[in-house]
């Protein structure tokens, strides 16, 4: 029982980092592309906005908890976590980025342009738009890549180490499950 209590917070790193990085490979790269060429453009860029919106929340809240994670990790002696969280930090700094400078003035930009009757690809911000799209999109890249290469150096030291005393008459110890 013990052994599966000091595995509970490898366990938890593990599974934010799936969720984080899960949904943001299947966000940017599944579901936003099917509503640009499922929907008319103004419908799509607003139902993607949205979606990168809690994508961004997603991000800064797991990015958040596994700096915590990898932190308390190594400083219980686990050094494979102090290289991931350079990792972590990368994808944090493109999500504020993204979230906190980028979006709110592509999302400005897009609410302006529908007020003066047109989208924002046919408006008068349409090159500062792109500008911004593009460095956004960059910003987008360098995180996934990031999360992929995160996914990719998860510590190993998580596996399970399963005593068994007796209980199949082998007496082993030691056996590691995982």
């Known amino acids: 029982m013990a ?4 595995q509970m917070p490898h366990r938890l790193f593990r599974l934010l980092t799936v969720l984080w990085v899960g949904s943001l490979l299947t966000i940017g790269y599944a579901v936003a592309p099917v509503l640009f060429t499922s929907l008319d453009r103004i419908s799509a860029g607003a139902v993607a906005a949205q979606l990168f919106r809690i994508q961004g929340l997603v991000g800064i809240v797991c990015g958040i908890l596994l700096l915590v994670l990898a932190n308390v990790l190594v400083r219980r002696g686990d050094q494979a976590y102090r290289r991931v969280r350079w990792m972590i930090a990368g994808m944090l700094l493109c999500v504020l980025v993204g979230y906190f400078a980028l979006q709110p003035f592509m999302n400005a930009m897009r609410v302006a342009a529908l007020e003066a009757g047109s989208d924002v690809g046919h408006s008068v911000y349409a ?5 911004l799209h593009g460095v956004s999109s960059l910003f987008y890249l ?8 995160l996914v990719w150096k998860l510590p190993a030291g998580g596996g399970v180490l399963a005593v068994e005393q007796g209980a199949h008459g082998s007496g082993t110890a030691g056996k590691v499950t995982g």
């Open 3 to 6: 052994a599966a209590v000091s």
């Open 127 to 131: 090159t500062r738009f792109g500008i």
């Open 142 to 149: 360098i995180e996934s890549v990031l999360g992929l290469a």
